[in-house]
């Protein structure tokens, strides 16, 4: 137990994010898991990872037991000022103009793909069409 009614930026929590001292934001609480971090069952490594931003995303798809969640008491050092937490919204736009930029060439590449041998085959046709002819 603690806590204590201390309130952390993420900034402060992100400071906290090695083996030897490794601090998690999960639904706005502060946990301190450094000796947690052997006993994990789902191993130190996930921890880490998780370690400078709000975990709660990833410790809730995970589908953490109640026997979990109450372990959880033992960690607790304070909150998180929320302010402080870059909302999901934020993440979301820099990802799909990449993403939409990616699909263009591939989309001009297919039509390419398509178009191309037709062309060569157009071309060939026509210049066996165009040499014959005076020879006939
Ligand atoms: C104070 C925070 C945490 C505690 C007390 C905790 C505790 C546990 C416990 C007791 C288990 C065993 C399965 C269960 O009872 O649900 C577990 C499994 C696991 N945890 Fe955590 N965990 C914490 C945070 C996290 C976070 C933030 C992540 C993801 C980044 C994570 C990822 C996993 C994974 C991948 C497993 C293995 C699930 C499996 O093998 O089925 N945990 N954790």
Redesign the pocket.
């Known amino acids: 137990m603690g806590g204590n009614g201390k309130v952390f930026t993420l900034a402060e929590v992100s400071a906290h994010n090695s083996p030897k001292d490794c601090w998690?934001v999960?639904e706005g609480r502060v946990?301190d898991?450094t000796k947690?971090l052997e006993d994990?069952?789902?191993?130190d490594e996930?921890?880490l990872?998780?370690t400078g931003k709000d975990?709660?995303d990833?410790?809730e798809?995970?589908?953490?037991?109640?026997?979990?969640?109450a372990?959880?008491d033992?960690?607790y050092v304070g909150d998180i000022d929320t302010a402080t937490i870059p909302t999901t919204v934020k993440y979301t736009p820099p990802r799909q103009p990449h993403y939409n930029q990616d699909k263009t060439p591939e989309f001009i590449i297919k039509v390419l793909q398509f178009l191309v041998p037709l062309i060569i085959l157009a071309v060939a046709v026509g210049v066996r069409f165009y040499t014959k002819s005076p020879s006939a």
């Not at 994990?40 to 191993?43: F, L, R, S, V």
């Open positions: 998690l999960v946990y898991v947690f994990h069952p789902g191993g996930v921890l990872s998780a975990a709660t990833d410790f798809d995970v589908g953490h037991s109640s026997t979990a969640r372990m959880m033992e960690f």
